[in-house]
């Protein structure tokens, strides 16, 4: 059974720091893509940032030189560090594996972060 689980959302004042972890199993972690998406209230589902299998990244411009993605094979986890957080980064962020072959694809459950004062 795949299962990808995030952790450590929370409220955060505006300029703060939090750091996501998503945990994999059930997959072949090396193999895939590993995304974070948000979704705030009311919006669409978007892609914050992205590292391939390989290690390339890539993030959208909203988040650039603030949030950085990595992952750590070992362990079977992608992390999402945020810093310099604004209320606008409020939202449901999401952990996503991706694979095109074959295809595959799965979602967390999803982790709160609140940035308010």
């Known amino acids: 059974q795949v299962q990808l689980v995030e952790s450590g959302g929370g409220l955060v004042q505006p300029g703060g720091s939090l750091r996501l972890s998503c945990a994999a199993s059930?997959?072949?972690?090396?193999?895939?893509?590993m995304n974070w998406y948000r979704q705030a209230p009311g919006k669409q589902r978007e892609l914050v940032a992205g590292?391939?299998?390989?290690?390339?990244?890539n993030y959208v411009d909203f988040v650039k030189g603030r949030f950085t993605i990595s992952r750590d094979n070992a362990k079977n986890a992608v992390y999402l560090q945020m810093n310099s957080l604004k209320p606008e980064d409020t939202a449901v962020y999401y952990c996503?594996?991706?694979?095109?072959?074959?295809?595959?694809?799965?979602w967390g459950q999803g982790t709160q972060v609140t940035v308010s004062s």
């Open positions: 059930g997959i072949i972690f090396r193999f895939y893509d």
């Open positions: 996503n594996g991706h694979r095109l072959s074959p295809p595959n694809d799965y």
């Open positions: 590292i391939g299998s390989h290690g390339g990244t």
